[in-house]
């Protein structure tokens, strides 16, 4: 079936204003993870859905960062009064399930690309 | 929350030489998986690891995981240039928050 959808794959915007990202998982998908990862440099966790409940949010780096997941299935990260520290690449994954003897496998999107200038 | 180290950051090898990374945690590990992101590309899961002492390969690839679930180990043997990208480790919180190392950059010269 179809992977893990992310839009816009590319987004500009000015500094100070809020920018919205969206994250359709894969059907059947109960976790679903959102992380940052600037040019050239590893994955910043940001935030975990397991349902649409976020067991763990300590990732998120300001309060202008919220998440949302309804339906338990899209997903979206809000970012308000965007600054240039916030430009990085934003990867959406989702996952079969958590916990167990092991997770199962992280399926990325091709993440949104998004740039403050 | 869940700390783990990789090393190294960065291996430039000839082609058909051979590669390993290295990730290392202070406390024991549930499991740990592997990921590949070639340039311009997203992660791709390549593994899971489970057992203690486990090893498992694909192809001109070997995954160790430790037996004290510490450390675990990518290897590639006889490098090829589509082998190029980064190679991360992750592990899992007792939350189920998987964190990621901060991968190691390898580089292929043909």
């Known amino acids: 079936g179809a992977g893990v959808s992310q839009s816009p794959s590319n987004k500009v915007t000015e500094k100070g204003k809020d920018v919205e990202l969206r994250c359709d998982p894969i059907s059947g998908h109960t976790a679903l993870y959102w992380y940052r990862q600037s040019l050239g440099q590893g994955l910043e966790f940001l935030i975990y859905?397991?349902?649409?409940?976020?067991?763990?949010k300590s990732g998120l780096p300001s309060d202008r960062f919220s998440a949302e997941r309804t339906g338990g299935s899209v997903s979206t990260l809000t970012i308000q009064r965007t600054q240039q520290e916030d430009s990085a690449v934003y990867l959406c994954?989702?996952?079969?399930?958590?916990?167990?003897?092991?997770?199962?496998?992280?399926?990325f999107g091709n993440g949104t690309r998004l740039t403050v200038t | 929350g869940q700390q783990v180290m990789q090393i190294p950051q960065y291996q430039h090898v000839q082609e058909g030489e051979d590669f390993t990374t290295y990730c290392n945690s202070s406390t024991t590990l549930s499991n740990i998986q592997w990921y590949k992101q070639r340039p311009g590309g997203h992660p791709v899961f390549l593994i899971q690891l489970v057992k203690s002492g486990e090893v498992k390969k694909q192809k001109r690839l070997t995954f160790q995981f430790g037996e004290a679930k510490k450390n675990s180990s990518l290897h590639i043997t006889a490098t090829q240039t589509t082998d190029v990208g980064t190679y991360f480790c992750a592990v899992t919180s007792s939350n189920y928050k998987l964190t990621f190392g901060k991968g190691t950059l390898l580089t292929v010269n043909p």
């Open positions: 859905f397991q349902g649409n409940s976020a067991p763990d």
């Open positions: 994954a989702s996952s079969r399930r958590t916990g167990g003897a092991g997770n199962s496998p992280l399926h």
